[in-house]
């Protein structure tokens, strides 16, 4: 199957980026910081990027910045992993568990026949899997049972990864790798292989900016309202942080006066978040928005996105777009616009941050759907059972050379980030055609938009690459 999302694109946030131009770093807005995040620390001594570096310190405001990653990492090659392993493995005798945080979603779904699709491919037993519902207590009693059945490796969709930092760390001490997957980054002494997640707020940023290039006229205001499912989760917070500073950056161009650098339009962003998820509105008619209702569905599929709409734009019917964390939220709040009798691309506008699912890309084929962003399931699953499959097995084909038999997988998976962040890419009018799936709806591989091959960096070519940074 052919392949489009390109790798180089999930890189974009490494670079510390200077515009065409330049102004003085934009004074962060006031916020209300009686909620869990707070504003950033605008010691003007600090530099955005150390800044923003600070923040990623804290879970809390970490929320909104998943997968803006530093210039260097450090060696993780000392964190306990369950590693190394005690030579290869016949494929036939491994026993592989995932511990679903919840399934009920096309984004979900995809993850898990994604794995098991892998898994046949390689030869591999089926994955056992359970669903924990959004249960932490599940989840961890689920783990334990895995355990006990004497599992080789375990893949994780953590429900709440902070707070189960000391069960990894029980499997990993058992001698079992534990390869994890969002929406949360994980901190780089968590004892896991590496978490494979998204880089949401720069999902956000890229559709922020198609946004802005498309809607945003000087002196004019666009009324805002956002959709999201938790007010605790990253993908949630990150997404649409990204998406005010996406818009922000590219208005600031528009108008000849950009910001000196990316993170300083991240930062502004950050701050006003911040004040908006607890004050639920923040005027930036200055810069071209009202931000003006959040809708929180506390789930993901079409009902809730349906609701969170419905909750809100009745009483804003001037609302100019709306900005939904996900395309299946996405679904409902194209059809709530349309049951109050506004049509989505004319007399409102819908955008959504992820996953970029086919359904999402026929709505932006027939103009119903302004953009979307790439948070493809395949990406992390089979990532993830490729990973145990070097580790365990070896020999896998296509695999680089730095991984192709279990010692050298060994090595290498050893000294991975604690988090990787997937390629991400904005699917627009413009490119939908270029990354419409081939195969049919009914496969797994159909239903989401065409990928390029990914394998993550280990963080010594992760800081070679971007050693003069």
């Not at 916020?31 to 804290?58: F, P, R, V, W």
């Not at 209702?293 to 789930?299: I, K, S």
């Not at 299946?328 to 709530?336: D, K, N, P």
């Not at 699917?427 to 390029?452: H, R």
Request: proline residues 6%.
């Amino acid at each position: 199957m052919k392949r489009r999302i390109v790798f180089a694109l999930s890189l974009f946030l490494v670079f510390s980026l200077v515009f065409v131009g330049c102004t003085a770093t934009p004074d962060a807005p006031p916020a209300d910081t009686t909620g869990s995040d707070s504003a950033a620390d605008t010691d003007e001594t600090l530099s955005s990027y150390d800044q923003i570096m600070k923040l990623l310190e804290n879970p809390e405001s970490a929320l909104a910045l998943s997968g803006i990653q530093p210039k260097e990492y450090a060696s993780r090659e000392s964190i306990p992993k369950g590693l190394p392993l005690p030579g290869a493995k016949d494929v036939k005798d491994l026993k592989v568990a995932w511990a679903a945080s919840q399934l009920g979603s096309e984004f979900f779904e995809g993850l898990r026949d994604s794995a098991q699709a892998e898994a046949a491919r390689l030869g591999m037993n089926p994955i056992i899997l359970q669903s924990a519902d959004l249960s932490l207590e599940t989840q961890n009693e689920q783990i334990e049972n895995f355990v006990t059945q004497k599992i080789d490796a375990l893949i994780l969709n953590a429900v709440d990864l902070h707070a189960q930092s000391q069960i990894i760390k029980e499997v990993a001490d058992k001698g079992i790798p534990i390869v994890v997957t969002g929406p949360t980054a994980a901190r780089p002494e968590y004892q896991l292989i590496t978490s494979i997640i998204s880089g949401s707020n720069e999902a956000g940023f890229q559709v922020g900016e198609y946004t802005a290039a498309q809607l945003y006229k000087k002196g004019e205001v666009l009324k805002v309202g956002f959709v999201i499912a938790k007010l605790e989760d990253a993908d949630s917070n990150s997404r649409p942080c990204g998406w005010i500073a996406g818009y922000l950056s590219k208005a600031a161009e528009i108008d000849g006066n950009p910001y000196a650098s990316k993170y300083d339009a991240i930062l502004e962003a950050y701050n006003i978040w911040s004040a908006f998820k607890n004050t639920r509105k923040y005027d930036l008619t200055d810069k071209g928005l009202d931000l003006a209702w959040l809708g929180v569905g506390e789930g993901l599929d079409v009902a809730k996105g349906q609701q969170a709409t419905a909750d809100h734009l009745t009483s804003n019917n001037d609302t100019d777009i709306i900005v939904v964390e996900m395309d299946s939220m996405g679904y409902g709040a194209i059809q709530e616009c349309k049951q109050q009798g506004k049509k989505p691309g004319e007399d409102i506008f819908v955008v959504t941050c992820g996953n970029a699912a086919r359904a999402a890309l026929d709505y932006i084929r027939t103009g119903e759907l302004m953009a979307t962003s790439t948070n493809i399931p395949f990406v992390p699953a089979t990532t993830m059972v490729d990973i145990i499959y070097d580790l365990l097995v070896g020999g896998r084909p296509g695999v680089s050379e730095s991984a192709n038999t279990p010692e050298k997988a060994n090595v290498y998976y050893n000294n991975l980030p604690g988090t990787s962040f997937m390629p991400t890419m904005a699917i627009t009018k413009e490119n939908v055609d270029q990354y419409y799936p081939t195969a049919p709806e009914t496969q797994v591989e159909g239903t989401f938009a065409l990928y390029d091959p990914w394998t993550p960096l280990s963080i010594p070519e992760y800081n070679k690459l971007h050693e003069n940074d």
